[in-house]
């Protein structure tokens, strides 16, 4: 049952467990120095060097009453308030926030002027711009952004976008080739077809259930190999002979195999024809062998031989190894044909 | 033909499986927990109260007057009290904006006080104490000293206040800790949890791609082909 469990779900997630495996992989390999926006990217703090008077906060505070943090900011000449009406937990998120002018307390809308020179600002080569825009959510390059954002395009060799929050002034991000490339792969590795930067979504969830289920099923055959012993390595043993007789006539053959090598690798590497659409899997059922020693049968065996034939000595040669017999009878009913 | 493939894909597996399957239980975790869950913001009040427009009684102009070379200066909440704070020569200062006194660092009342109001749901205390030194691994390389808040529950759910600056630095809880630990193991990365390209993981991501090619080529000869396996196999 787990067997074909395993089959079939590798059907549905093949494709998907190969996906992973190599964006995985990808992802590793990625610079994420660069992909954060690398050597051109700099973070400069705020200083204040205040002479003429501030706005008093009392102010403030009446002519915006839904303020819930005020910080002091210089941008470039301009001495302004930060005021924050509301605030999620990350930044990407929704906020409500906007700059005054600290000393009249007028609302600064930041222009493209200013945004290009806090873009530049925070730009460490030397490059033209090549556009600049005002950017609304969704953003691309961006998924997760929901905030309104100015992006400056320069010219440089791995395609630098700058991207300025449009209400804050503050630099979002440095988005170029190495972080376009790595969101590519973070799409693929997280199913986030539908681009909402996230990977708690129905897909992947539904994959994760069915590739662990595959993992299972693989795990419990690979005990039930183990405890059979299937894991032989048959390199370092000795020579043992086989003797295989056919009852369809054929002359008898003596064939020299490894101890420890399965009598169906054994047949085969000998070109003595056995039939098997499963390859040692102990699944199709069809490699049956006759031996009058009645050796321990295996729980393939039991599953695709009848009672009667197990104890009158039938066994799949896929199960046994060179070493449990010297002698087998490959019968005309063993030697193509399918059977159960 | 068959044959070799089942032989690769077992062999192979008998090395990756073990990690196919913490690859897949790990990946299952994080995707089914919403990361935001994680990040603990189910615990926590969104946004602040509104600052009262008669708040402040020790005006800005005073204060630059008083720190000239006071930085990143920011008037907000510490628990019910509203407050500078700005940074001087490095060092956090909280001045209270009512009477302009310098507030001492938080005391542990204090910080339970203020743990407390940042969760939408009252919960019992379970343990506070001040870190100083060798931190625990769950707040990474945060500057220290730190309050760590303890509240009662299955969840075991810990704030951590500066002592400092009075604000939440880190929440953590036991969905956040398995989460820790379950990408650990999804990275092979048993130390810092940072490296995605160690030398474990790249190992076992190439034996895994080849034992998952073995595998679907068995599965393309099991379903396409009807396969006996004779001398040509």
């Not at chain 1, 000998?270 to 040692?280: A, E, K, L, Q, Y």
């Not at chain 2, 077992?10 to 990946?27: A, D, K, P």
């Amino acid at each position: 049952m787990f067997k074909v469990l395993h089959k079939w779900l590798a059907l549905l997630v093949f494709l998907q467990l190969l996906t992973w495996l190599l964006t995985g992989f990808l992802l590793g390999k990625v610079d994420h120095n660069l992909a954060s926006g690398g050597a051109n990217y700099i973070n400069h703090s705020n200083t204040n060097s205040q002479q003429t008077a501030l706005m008093s906060i009392n102010e403030v505070l009446q002519a915006y009453p839904l303020t819930q943090e005020i910080v002091l900011l210089r941008v470039f000449e301009q001495v302004v308030y930060k005021l924050t009406f509301s605030k999620s937990a990350h930044a990407y998120q929704k906020n409500e926030e906007v700059l005054i002018n600290a000393v009249d307390g007028s609302r600064i809308t930041l222009d493209k002027a200013t945004a290009i020179r806090l873009a530049m600002a925070s730009y460490q080569a030397q490059a033209k711009i090549l556009k600049t825009e005002l950017l609304h959510p969704p953003i691309e390059d961006l998924n997760q952004q929901k905030n309104a954002l100015w992006r400056i395009d320069v010219s440089d060799k791995i395609n630098t976008a700058i991207f300025i929050n449009a209400q804050t002034g503050l630099v979002v991000a440095h988005v170029n080739d190495e972080t376009r490339w790595r969101n590519l792969l973070m799409m693929l590795h997280f199913m986030d077809y539908t681009q909402q930067g996230s990977f708690n979504n129905l897909f992947i969830k539904s994959f994760a259930v069915l590739t662990l289920l595959q993992a299972l099923t693989g795990l419990y055959w690979l005990v039930n190999l183990l405890r059979a012993k299937q894991f032989q390595v048959k390199w370092f043993s000795k020579q043992t002979t086989l003797t295989v007789n056919h009852n369809s006539g054929q002359k008898n053959t003596v064939l020299h195999l490894k101890k420890r090598q399965t009598l169906l690798s054994g047949l085969v590497e000998n070109d003595v024809f056995i039939s098997s659409t499963c390859g040692g899997g102990g699944v199709c059922g069809q490699c049956r062998f006759w031996n009058k020693k009645l050796i321990k049968p295996s729980i393939s065996d039991i599953q695709h031989i009848s009672a009667a034939d197990i104890k009158s000595g039938y066994r799949l040669a896929c199960q046994h190894y060179a070493q449990e017999v010297s002698e087998i009878t490959l019968t005309s009913d063993t030697v193509g044909q399918t059977i159960k | 033909m068959i044959r070799i493939a089942r032989l690769y894909h077992r062999w192979l597996m008998l090395f990756v499986g073990i990690q196919f399957f913490v690859w897949s239980f790990s990946g299952l975790y994080m995707v089914m927990l919403n990361i935001h869950y994680i990040h603990g913001e189910d615990y926590l009040v969104s946004g602040q109260s509104v600052l009262p427009v008669d708040a402040v009684s020790y005006d800005i102009n005073a204060l630059l007057a008083r720190f000239p070379h006071a930085n990143s200066i920011r008037l907000g909440w510490l628990h019910d009290m509203v407050i500078y704070r700005f940074k001087l020569a490095g060092k956090d200062i909280m001045i209270d904006a009512s009477s302009g006194h310098i507030i001492p660092s938080i005391d542990q009342d204090l910080a339970e006080q203020i743990a407390s109001g940042y969760l939408h749901k009252s919960l019992p205390f379970s343990e506070t104490k001040l870190i100083t030194k060798s931190p625990p691994s769950e707040i990474g390389s945060r500057n220290l000293p730190l309050w760590q808040v303890e509240f009662e529950g299955l969840n075991s759910l810990t704030l951590y206040i500066s002592p400092l600056s009075g604000e939440l630095i880190s929440t953590r809880h036991n969905a956040w800790r398995g989460f820790d630990l379950l990408w650990r193991l999804h990275i092979m990365d048993y130390t810092e949890g940072e490296d995605i390209n160690n030398i474990l993981l790249n190992v076992f991501t190439i034996s895994g791609v080849l034992a998952l090619l073995a595998g679907i080529l068995l599965l393309y000869l099991r379903l396409f082909k009807n396969n006996c396996v004779d001398a040509s196999a």
